[in-house]
């Protein structure tokens, strides 16, 4: 499979003299065609200055960044970007640009020039793919958090991308909207799309491929699930907590009692504890 | 201070097709110095109870007693309202607008007749209560902070006045484990110290760790009322109506469907590590 | 507190709800020019019976039409005053300081009253009537003959349709940051103008600064979805007007001809 991003060395800072804190340092990372990466970190980590240049909404200051096999320093390539690495953002309120659906799901495709008489079909594909088939007509304001941002999700999918980028897009969500939402995820990486998932909740990387820590701009370490959410010193150094299965493990440990191996999820640590 | 909902019903947009019933019938009682939690999902209720306990709607039935006062009697002190009952309301930190932290946290405090002394002395232990040094930050703008810090910021200035009943509506939403942590702790300090705490919270993980007793919302209706242990333990009535229960509860319920005798009550994490430890030695 | 904001759509089926909103949007225009030309006080009697029948066929609770008028007493009331006192100096009946009653003055007092009061009420009615999306569209509709003579009616739509998505959310956000504040001691329900206008400003700065925070973020999510002002997008197709809509716009053009001719 091809890489669908490829960052070397990038270095991004927002103070215009380039002598400022800088919000990615020195960072590389690989993300390969269909994976699910989630790259976890706490506020002001550089995660979100990061998706910002996996869409090319910020350009590349310093280093080198392929997406979708296109070179983000080229200006030229910022639309084809655009449409091949789909973002999705926190605000589920702050990304509609119409009030009726399918004129909102309709705004993508319009701007990338997908013929007039092809829109209906991507809309209806899109909000199929949500799970909210028959929307069109419906106003944005009159559904919950979760379908508000599963419509966000719907209008991103209406351009087609390969890559999809969702920055923190569960954090204003009730426990309800948070678990449609992660299932809708679920469900596009497992039609073959690309997902890298920024997030401070750990629960919700436990699900992926991969797992890239980020602390002060820079990449930690980067590798699956277990391996990084069982290193108690990476977890410390990120100011993450771990899983409650993994929380679990180490505490016993520490009493003296070794489980058999160290579970991730709920229904692992049933296993390990009843083996 | 002491809260006590009797019968209380509060009614949306009467008259129009938007009419809804917000709350219906509710009866509690909040001890003084409690830290209780209220849970239930998206439009139960929440929100209005709050804004009916701090004055900010009036029920169309029943009271809403503080301190065993109709806070909508004649009589009652409205401004004395204000100043004992601090709201925090969701992503507070949006309401920060003054150039100086010091001028906005004492914002509240305008109408009280307070002397410039007692004023500052008010803002200063707001701050350092929310963990921040008076003089490092007074003459800084608000709006130069962190996300967690914004946070804490406003709820200093709720804190300003000194309330003795503090309510929070979803206090931890977007803040992330360290700012979560910093939050929670010195919202525990200050219960200790005396504040009744009533805090709106999706985290079940944390009221069961934090909060005396859960207060369960269902369609404007009190479902369920009591300590965590109690609350959560009746797990099956609480996933059969589409309320989270914590991660802990989960765990615990996942051993006693294998056949441990874990207690049904066991939804902090403490206590789930002791019970795993005590059955894995025997 | 437990109220609606004045002017929120109500669903309904009458038959004001029924007709276009466009050719609605096309009434309102033709109905306050009439308005405007009303001089005779006997026509804003005539005004008052022809908002009550409007008011009837919308089926829409009287309390809920006269809403929008109902919270500026104070407003009517100014009009009234500065128009008593400075409109006809001339014929004043005494002269206090720089105080000049009048008859005339009290008059135009009450005609400048009555059409405010007409328009408010009136455009509650379609407000009230119409759905918001259908509003965007029909002004959209309205607006895009222009497009003939260059303006940019597309961008022109593009705002009107981001502007309206917002403004519940808006609305929703300012009436947090007032009981926020409110709870903070801000005097909102004050009965002293004051009080009540020296609260407002402290609500404004969050407001505008929230605002602008979301434009911001809305501005990227536009740009990350491939937005460019420079491309030019499909023209919509919009339902021809029906029998009903013409009828309704020629009563309300006939009553503007009729209320212009006769003034």
Not at chain 1, 58 to 68: D, P
Not at chain 1, 134 to 148: V, W
Not at chain 2, 39 to 67: F, H, V, W, Y
């Amino acid at each position: 499979m091809k890489e669908a991003v490829q960052a070397k060395h990038l270095v991004h800072t927002y103070s215009p003299a380039g002598n400022g804190r800088r919000s990615l340092d020195d960072f590389s990372l690989t993300v390969m065609g269909g994976e699910f990466l989630a790259i976890l970190g706490h506020n002001g980590c550089g995660k979100t200055t990061l998706a910002r240049h996996l869409n090319a909404l910020l350009a590349v200051q310093q280093g080198e960044l392929t997406v979708a096999c296109l070179d983000a320093r080229n200006s030229a390539n910022v639309w084809k970007i655009r449409q091949r690495a789909g973002m999705v953002f926190q605000n589920p309120d702050n990304q509609f640009v119409s009030s009726v659906i399918g004129e909102d799901l309709a705004f993508g495709p319009r701007n990338f020039g997908v013929p007039e008489q092809e829109i209906p079909r991507r809309i209806q594909q899109a909000l199929e793919t949500v799970g909210m088939s028959g929307y069109e007509k419906r106003s944005t304001h009159l559904l919950s958090g979760g379908q508000k941002q599963r419509i966000a999700i719907a209008g991103v999918l209406a351009a087609e991308p390969d890559i999809l980028i969702f920055d923190e897009v569960t954090s204003m969500l009730d426990p309800e909207g948070r678990r449609d939402v992660l299932g809708t995820i679920g469900r596009l990486h497992a039609r073959g799309r690309t997902v890298i998932l920024i997030s401070h909740d750990i629960e919700e990387a436990v699900g992926a491929d991969r797992v890239a820590l980020i602390h002060d701009g820079r990449l930690l370490a980067v590798g699956t699930p277990r391996e990084m959410f069982t290193d108690a010193d990476l977890m410390r150094r990120t100011g993450l907590t771990p899983p409650l299965p993994v929380r679990v493990y180490n505490d016993l440990r520490e009493r003296g009692i070794t489980l058999p191996f160290c579970p991730l999820t709920m229904e692992e640590l049933e296993e390990a504890l009843c083996r | 201070m002491s809260v006590e909902l009797r019968n209380v019903s509060c009614v949306y947009a009467p008259g129009t097709p938007y009419e809804t019933r917000a709350v219906t019938e509710l009866s509690l009682t909040i001890r003084d110095g409690e830290f209780a939690g209220v849970m239930g999902k998206t439009g139960c209720g929440k929100s209005t109870m709050i804004q009916l306990i701090a004055g900010l709607m009036r029920p169309s039935g029943g009271q809403i007693l503080l301190d065993g006062q109709d806070i909508n009697g004649k009589n009652f002190d409205r401004d004395g309202l204000r100043r004992r009952v601090g709201v925090v309301f969701q992503f507070p930190e949006i309401q920060l607008f003054e150039t100086t932290v010091k001028r906005d946290v004492a914002f509240g405090l305008r109408h009280f007749g307070w002397t410039e002394e007692e004023k500052e002395s008010s803002v200063r232990e707001a701050l350092e209560r929310m963990g921040f040094s008076y003089e490092a930050v007074k003459d800084k703008s608000p709006l130069g902070f962190s996300g967690g810090e914004k946070r804490r910021l406003a709820v200093a200035g709720v804190l300003a006045a000194r309330p003795e009943l503090l309510i929070l509506d979803e206090p931890l939403a977007g803040l992330d484990p360290l700012g979560r942590e910093a939050l929670l702790t010195l919202l525990g300090e200050l219960n200790r110290d005396g504040t009744t705490i009533l805090m709106v919270s999706h985290d079940a993980d944390t009221l069961a760790e934090y909060a005396d007793r859960i207060i369960l919302l269902k369609d404007g209706r009190l479902f369920r009322d009591g300590p965590a242990a109690e609350v959560f333990a009746d797990y099956d009535a609480l996933k059969d109506n589409g309320i989270g229960v914590c991660r802990v509860r989960e765990a615990a319920e996942a051993l006693r469907r294998r056949g441990w005798e874990i207690p049904a009550g066991t939804v902090r994490y403490g206590q789930l590590l002791d019970e795993i430890a005590g059955r894995w030695r025997q | 507190m437990n109220r609606l904001p004045a002017g929120l759509y109500q669903p309904g089926d009458s038959v004001v709800h029924r007709l276009d909103a466009a050719a609605k949007l096309l009434c309102l225009l033709l109905l306050l020019a009439a308005v405007v030309n009303t001089a005779a006080p006997a026509g804003y009697g005539v005004w008052v019976l022809l908002l009550a029948l409007l008011i009837r066929l919308a089926r829409i609770p009287p309390r809920t039409a006269l809403a929008s008028a109902a919270g500026l007493g104070w407003f009517f009331l100014l009009i009234l005053l500065m128009n008593l006192c400075f409109y006809a100096p001339e014929q004043a009946w005494v002269s206090v300081w720089i105080f000049r009653p009048s008859s005339a003055g009290l008059l135009q007092g009450l005609r400048v009253a009555a059409r405010v009061f007409l328009l408010l009420v009136m455009s509650n009615v379609l407000m009230v009537s119409t759905p918001p999306l259908a509003l965007t569209g029909a002004f959209e509709r309205l607006l895009s003959p222009l497009r003939f003579i260059g303006v940019p009616t597309e961008l022109a739509a593009m705002i009107l349709s981001v502007a309206i998505q917002f403004i519940p959310t808006l609305l929703e956000e300012t009436d947090g940051i007032r009981k926020a504040q409110t709870a903070r001691g801000a005097r909102f329900d004050s009965p002293n103008l004051w009080e009540k206008g020296k609260a407002v400003l402290p609500l404004l700065a969050p407001v505008f600064v929230a605002a602008f925070q979301r434009a911001d973020e809305l501005s990227l999510a536009m740009e990350a979805r491939g937005y460019r002002a420079d491309i030019r997008r499909g023209r919509k197709k919009y339902p021809p007007f029906r029998a009903c809509d013409w009828l309704a716009l020629s009563l309300c053009a006939a009553a503007a001809v009729i209320f212009i001719i006769i003034r």
